[in-house]
């Protein structure tokens, strides 16, 4: 082979190799960004859509809650105020102020079925009490607590967006539902902690209701924190409460129980009271209660904690964490009860909102 034929061989080989580099360089930078280009959009596209989600879910809620067949005038008793509240809303505040947020959404649930039936068969009376203004309620213990969104955000913080979101998916998912018997609203009574049992409603009240009667309650022993507690009073602070005068012998006290162990009566230096007097004059947390003498203080062991009538909430938690659903709650504390809409049980009451 010729010299000049060697050296044109050589000059197309270096060519081919640094051809053959350029090549492979430009794949090995474009493939990358091949690759990530469509991830990149993808991750764009989610974000995007989760942003739009967040922003509209507020908004869906809102009008879910907002359809309401009208509202409840409630008065502010620090302001004295009326504050016009829709009655979906009016639920999911009574909810936030009368019910632990974290406790199981069925428990909510039969708590927002409780709140909604109160106001409904409230308003339904016709010897309604005169409050100032237009107002209907009061927002204390007097009908139901109710707390606005900037009270409810200064006690719960941080928690507010969560805790809210979950009770107005409660009253949401309960929307216009009512407890009824023989078709008409019930009287829902409820309380925090029972003694193992709830009360018949004549053994509270003196008047009786057929759903309200005693059941077994076994999970608020282990579940509530106020099952237990006790209240230490000097023998002149249960003197001047009761209006009595005690001698040194804790035999003062006689006792007599009802079905559901809470005290029926309570003869104490020679007066008799009932258990709820009692309770109510001593500020105890239930009228399930033992006494001890120590010295010159009285000791009162309680076991749960409100009058006993009516639903548990603790009790409904337990049932909740078992699988119950707020429906089962329902039925087993309101006795022979059903859950109808406010159509099928409270339509005068909508006519006249309406009109």
Partial sequence: MSKRKMNTSNTNWRLLIVISAAALLMI???IPTIVVIPFQGSETTASSVETVTNQQAPAEAATKTLESPFHVNVL???SNEVEEVPLEDYVVHVVASEMPADFELEALKAQALAARTYIVRYLMQANMEQLPGEADVTDTVQHQVFKNNDELRQIWGS???WKMDK???AVVETQGEIITYNKEPITPAFFSTSNGYTENAED?????????KIVESPWDEELSPKFLDQIILTTSEVEQKLGVNLSANVQDFQITRTDSNRVDTATIAG????GREVREKLNLPSNDFTITRKNDHFVFTTKGYGH???????????MALEGKTYQDIITYYY??????????AASKLLVQSNS
């Fill in 335 to 344: 006795k022979g009860t059903a859950i109808e809409t406010l159509e099928q």
């Fill in 159 to 161: 928690d507010y967006h």
């Fill in 308 to 318: 006993g009538v009516g639903m548990s909430q603790y009790g409904a938690n337990g």
């Fill in 204 to 212: 509270y009240w003196q008047n009786e209701l057929p759903y309200l």
């Fill in 167 to 169: 009770i107005t998916e």
């Fill in 271 to 274: 007066e008799t009271f009932t």
């Fill in 76 to 78: 502010r008793t620090e």
């Fill in 28 to 30: 090995m930078f474009l």
